[in-house]
């Protein structure tokens, strides 16, 4: 790379920003370039605090625009924008569809993550949190350079001494998608989800939730191994790419699955699979820390298909409303679905 010189000690967060050869690398990766970066980083260690902030940066401003299909959801995004009043009764009306091009709308997604609200903590000794809040996801670096999108109501913890440690760990509560680096000293990556639970890699790209003691991984990448210590029966399950392994306390399933409608949050759009409205309650609840009660006369077993946008809560709910053929209301910090 020519723009850089050896005989400089560092260089500025704008340069790695500004060249060619870094924005690729982090934006369009090969083995080439892979090679080429971790060869360089380990000559010029006074930067990597700068090349860490650069990819960081770089994902955050890079976030690929939001397609819908022709099936999908169009044209809602627009009048949600124009109507939204939480205060009022929401009441769902067949309407024409209309196609249009909602670069805008992510645009408004890539800032609404470069402003999330993140606590960065200090809880005991030692220790280093990430924290999302209501609606929020958080573009996380680690020190070995392993990338996290950390999901709504999220908590994320690991070693302040993480360079010292002979095993990479991190705990998660809440949901996070992890692209793991591999070192060439093969040093192992675990992720806590639970008590009980650890996740084992070398370097891949795989979700992990874990809420209400309910969790789950879905492996869209390379290859994991699940450890179970405190279930009835301790047990080791190897995971392949496409694979979701559910453990609740009682019982372990592991199935086949279509990665995208799991992962497609990391891009600020839901994509639903025979979503049922009850999951979709579920999501308002956890990812929005909404209280939804659901009329008797409302069939929560309803699914459908396609995709739609994640924004903030109230769009969330009015898209429901008309992706499902049901009413909402709020009414006292409470959304009635009826």
Not at 29 to 36: G, I, N
Not at 65 to 94: A, M, N, T, Y
Request: overall charge negative; charged content about 25%; hydrophobic content about 40%.
């Amino acid at each position: 790379m020519d723009r850089f010189s050896d005989s400089e000690p560092s260089y500025p967060l704008q340069r790695f920003l500004e060249d060619p050869l870094f924005q690729d690398w982090v934006l369009r990766p090969d083995q080439s370039l892979e090679d080429y970066w971790r060869k360089w980083i380990s000559e010029n260690p006074a930067s990597q605090s700068q090349i860490k902030e650069a990819r960081k940066i770089l994902h955050e401003i890079n976030t690929p625009p939001f397609q819908l299909g022709e099936g999908d959801i169009q044209g809602v995004w627009k009048k949600i924008q124009q109507d939204i009043h939480p205060q009022s009764l929401l009441v769902v009306k067949k309407s024409a569809i209309r196609h249009f091009r909602p670069a805008s709308a992510a645009a408004c997604f890539a800032v609404v993550a470069c402003i999330a609200l993140f606590f960065f903590l200090d809880q005991g000794p030692g220790k280093v949190v990430h924290q999302t809040g209501n609606g929020e996801t958080l573009a996380i670096i680690l020190p070995d350079s392993s990338e996290v999108m950390l999901n709504a109501n999220s908590i994320l913890t690991y070693s302040k001494d993480w360079d010292a440690m002979e095993i990479r760990e991190v705990w998660v509560e809440g949901e996070a998608f992890f692209d793991v680096r591999h070192l060439e000293g093969h040093q192992p990556f675990k992720v806590y989800p639970a008590s009980g639970v650890e996740v084992e890699v070398l370097g891949t790209r795989f979700n992990v939730y874990h809420r209400k003691n309910h969790t789950k991984v879905l492996l869209s990448e390379g290859n994991v191994t699940m450890n179970f210590t405190d279930s009835p029966k301790p047990s080791k399950i190897l995971m392949s790419p496409g694979d979701l392994v559910e453990y609740d306390r009682q019982k372990i399933q592991k199935k086949r699955v279509n990665p995208e409608p799991y992962v497609s949050w990391t891009r600020k759009v839901l994509q639903l699979e025979s979503t049922s409205l009850a999951e979709m309650v579920r999501m308002a609840e956890e990812n929005y820390g909404m209280t939804v009660k659901v009329g008797t006369g409302v069939d929560l077993a309803q699914s459908a298909s396609g995709s739609m946008p994640l924004s903030d809560g109230a769009s969330f709910m009015q898209l429901t409303a008309r992706v499902f053929n049901v009413q909402v209301a709020y009414r006292d910090s409470v959304y009635y679905i009826e």
